[in-house]
């Protein structure tokens, strides 16, 4: 488990956007137990203090802007405030940073629009709504 | 439970099975007038696999085997590697609007048991953002899964789109005919279309129980999903909440949207975009648009807004 950094920073190298993803669970040095841990610890903020200089994911924010902790945060009130109009999810979470497209990242559109049928409803197969 | 050969509704040909699940109904039709009793058969089966592996409420689950043992590596089941693996592209192509540590965030807003054992009215609750999909450290070669402490998955939406495209795949090549499978709103299809497709009516509620029925579509391939705020809604400290969550505020997105419909090269794709939208609100026709997938969008006030080739609508609700 102390090498998700590696194989964070391994997949950055290589240009895999998935840098979650632990490419192997090979025995490795010290060096990254520390940030392995960052990630184990329970109640860690998520957004985590900021990777040091010398930190080659410095520039690769990994964290959620205001962090996870009930703590600070307004109960619901009757008229909550949702977000949903901000057109930049990344500008609030700032999500990692991608490097390149990999093969199936794209929501896949049907190989045919969908067509108007004149048949009565209740000749429908199925219904699709809110479930 | 309905099983039977459906010559009233749907015409001559058909076999359909009908049953409860996970709160809504789930739904085969076949083109096979004998093939009712073999396709439920099949669908109830790969749906217990889906509840065995991903239910948040049973106490069996791998899902919260993992919680339990979060902060270690685990080993998943190849199905969970599957669900995981769906759960995460979407929330790569949706920026986080749909995201699988979601989990947090309800169990934040009080649904933290099945939806019919919420309370009337619950105590008030904070909202907690979601920790976010990159914290889960996953193997896919390994099929390991480390889950951090304090992050609780909830693979519903996709998991349940996952499982209306397998099901109606293992049909389909089971019965050797085109199977329809529907749970809830996400709607997938397998095998050979009907002639003119299969006939699809879009409308608030999948139970229809309630008013707000929409144009009835037809499609031939993949999948459509309807995703919508008017089900599943519950209290807690006097306020309304719903199912569908913003990750980056912790609280039921905005109801810009009443329902989404899109049209996808499978249901998990058809259902990541029609979350992402309830989620993303007045921007997601452009949002939509720019990714070619036809969808129907239904306004709090009831107008209606097609895009990138979903048809268009009369005033009498048809789509034309």
Same mark, same amino acid.
């Given at each position: 488990?102390?090498?998700?950094?590696?194989?964070?920073?391994?997949?950055?190298?290589?240009?895999?956007?998935?840098?979650?993803?632990?490419?192997?669970?090979?025995?490795?040095?010290?060096?990254?137990?520390?940030?392995?841990?960052?990630?184990?610890?329970?109640?860690?903020?998520?957004?985590?203090?900021?990777?040091?200089?010398?930190?080659?994911?410095?520039?690769?924010?990994?964290?959620?802007?205001?962090?996870?902790?009930?703590?600070?945060?307004?109960?619901l009130?009757p008229?909550?405030?949702?977000?949903?109009?901000?057109?930049?999810?990344?500008?609030?979470?700032?999500?990692?940073?991608?490097?390149?497209?990999?093969?199936?990242?794209?929501?896949?559109?049907?190989?045919?629009?969908?067509?108007?049928?004149?048949?009565?409803?209740?000749?429908?197969?199925?219904?699709?709504?809110?479930? | 439970?309905?099983?039977?050969?459906?010559?009233?509704?749907?015409?001559?040909?058909?076999?359909?099975?009908?049953?409860?699940?996970? =709160?809504? !109904? *789930?739904? %085969?039709?076949? &083109? +096979?007038?004998?093939? /009712?009793?073999? #396709?439920?058969? @099949?669908?109830?089966?790969?749906?217990?696999?889906?509840?065995?592996?991903?239910?948040?409420?049973?106490?069996?689950?791998?899902?919260?085997?993992?919680?339990?043992?979060?902060?270690?590596?685990?080993?998943?089941?190849?199905?969970?590697?599957?669900?995981?693996?769906?759960?995460?592209?979407?929330?790569?192509?949706?920026?986080?609007?749909?995201?699988?540590?979601?989990?947090?965030?309800?169990?934040?807003l009080g649904?933290?048991?099945?939806?019919?054992?919420l309370p009337a009215d619950g105590p008030a609750v904070?909202?907690?953002?979601?920790?976010?999909?990159?914290?889960?450290?996953?193997?896919?070669?390994?099929?390991?899964?480390?889950?951090?402490?304090?992050?609780?998955?909830?693979? =519903?939406? !996709? *998991?349940? %789109?996952?499982? &209306? +495209?397998?099901?109606? /795949?293992?049909? #389909?090549?089971? @019965?050797?005919?085109?199977?329809?499978?529907?749970?809830?709103?996400?709607?997938?299809?397998?095998?050979?279309?009907?002639?003119?497709?299969?006939?699809?009516?879009?409308?608030?509620?999948?139970?229809?129980?309630?008013?707000?029925?929409?144009?009835?579509?037809?499609?031939?391939?993949?999948?459509?999903?309807?995703?919508?705020?008017?089900?599943?809604r519950w209290r807690c400290g006097g306020v309304t909440l719903?199912?569908?969550?913003?990750?980056?505020?912790?609280?039921?997105?905005?109801?810009?949207?009443?329902?989404?419909?899109?049209?996808?090269?499978?249901?998990?794709?058809?259902?990541?975009?029609?979350?992402?939208?309830?989620?993303?609100?007045?921007?997601?026709?452009?949002?939509?648009?720019?990714?070619?997938?036809?969808?129907?969008?239904?306004?709090?006030?009831?107008?209606?807004?097609?895009?990138?080739?979903?048809?268009?609508?009369?005033?009498?609700?048809?789509?034309?």
């Amino acid at each position: 488990m102390n090498h998700i950094r590696q194989d964070r920073l391994a997949g950055r190298e290589l240009g895999d956007t998935r840098v979650r993803r632990v490419t192997g669970w090979v025995a490795g040095g010290c060096a990254s137990l520390a940030a392995a841990l960052a990630l184990l610890l329970p109640g860690a903020p998520a957004a985590a203090s900021p990777p040091s200089a010398e930190d080659p994911l410095a520039s690769e924010p990994v964290g959620v802007a205001g962090g996870n902790e009930a703590e600070g945060a307004a109960p619901l009130s009757p008229a909550p405030a949702a977000a949903s109009g901000a057109p930049d999810t990344g500008a609030q979470r700032q999500l990692p940073r991608r490097h390149h497209q990999v093969p199936q990242q794209v929501i896949q559109p049907p190989a045919q629009a969908p067509t108007y049928t004149s048949s009565p409803r209740s000749h429908s197969h199925a219904r699709s709504g809110a479930s | 439970v309905t099983t039977g050969t459906a010559t009233d509704t749907l015409g001559a040909g058909f076999g359909e099975t009908c049953f409860p699940v996970w =709160g809504g !109904t *789930a739904l %085969a039709v076949v &083109a +096979d007038p004998d093939g /009712a009793t073999r #396709a439920e058969e @099949l669908l109830r089966d790969e749906l217990a696999g889906f509840d065995r592996v991903c239910s948040r409420f049973r106490d069996d689950s791998e899902v919260r085997e993992i919680a339990a043992r979060a902060g270690s590596p685990v080993q998943v089941s190849a199905l969970l590697a599957e669900v995981l693996e769906v759960g995460l592209r979407a929330a790569e192509l949706t920026d986080g609007l749909v995201d699988p540590t979601v989990g947090t965030v309800l169990a934040a807003l009080g649904y933290d048991r099945d939806f019919a054992e919420l309370p009337a009215d619950g105590p008030a609750v904070t909202p907690v953002v979601a920790p976010g999909w990159w914290r889960l450290a996953w193997d896919p070669a390994n099929r390991t899964l480390l889950l951090p402490r304090n992050v609780e998955l909830d693979l =519903g939406a !996709t *998991a349940k %789109a996952l499982a &209306a +495209d397998r099901a109606a /795949a293992r049909i #389909a090549a089971d @019965l050797g005919v085109g199977a329809l499978v529907g749970l809830g709103g996400d709607i997938a299809v397998a095998g050979q279309a009907p002639p003119g497709g299969w006939r699809i009516t879009v409308a608030d509620d999948h139970t229809g129980r309630a008013p707000g029925d929409g144009p009835t579509v037809a499609i031939v391939a993949g999948g459509l999903a309807t995703s919508g705020t008017t089900r599943r809604r519950w209290r807690c400290g006097g306020v309304t909440l719903h199912h569908i969550v913003d990750p980056r505020t912790g609280a039921p997105s905005a109801e810009v949207w009443r329902t989404v419909s899109v049209t996808g090269a499978s249901c998990v794709d058809a259902n990541t975009a029609s979350t992402a939208a309830v989620v993303l609100g007045a921007h997601a026709p452009s949002w939509l648009a720019a990714r070619g997938l036809p969808a129907r969008l239904v306004a709090v006030d009831g107008s209606v807004r097609t895009v990138a080739g979903w048809p268009t609508e009369n005033p009498a609700g048809d789509a034309r």
